[in-house]
């Protein structure tokens, strides 16, 4: 419950917090969104403690719902903390609305550090200045962060965590 919880306040606390964020992508001029076939985990958003990552071959469309996987990752972790949080989310686009449909939270070594948690969320409006913004940004207007790329999360890991 406490990770259900802290989940929707981070976003709904992103929308403050978007200054002290750096947002890394640029708009590629309204194209429309483009999912890569093999994975290429983009930065998307760094606070001073934790990284934002998405990829966009996780883009999936279905009925008018467009889903995204976005990793959370500590940039220096605690040795209790798991190495990355992969999220899903689903994105009414045109509505401009959200929601989180799933949490897992993994090992350096990609292994499962907890069972995965599906998530009953209802929609809710997007923050644009906000982490839910950046990814509306990247899920719907096809948005893409500036390189490097990596092909998974643990190669960021072993690339520094930048």
Known sequence: MFRILALAGAFALAA????????????????????????????LS??????????????QVRGGVTEVQ???????????????TLETYEFRCSASEYRATRIAEYGADGSPAAPAESLD???EAVAENGLSGFLKAVACDGERANPPYHASLQNWIAAGRR
Not at 21 to 40: C, I, K, R, T
Not at 46 to 59: E, G, H, K, N, V
């Open 16 to 43: 403050g917090a978007a200054q002290a964020q750096e947002e890394v992508f640029d708009a590629p001029g309204g194209a429309a969104p483009q999912a890569s076939s093999q994975p290429q985990w983009q930065v």
């Open 46 to 59: 760094r606070s001073q403690r934790m990284a934002y990552l998405f990829d966009p071959s996780t883009i």
């Open 70 to 84: 976005m990793a959370r990752a500590p940039l220096a972790p605690a040795t209790d903390e798991p190495a990355w």
């Open 121 to 123: 969320d209802s929609f």
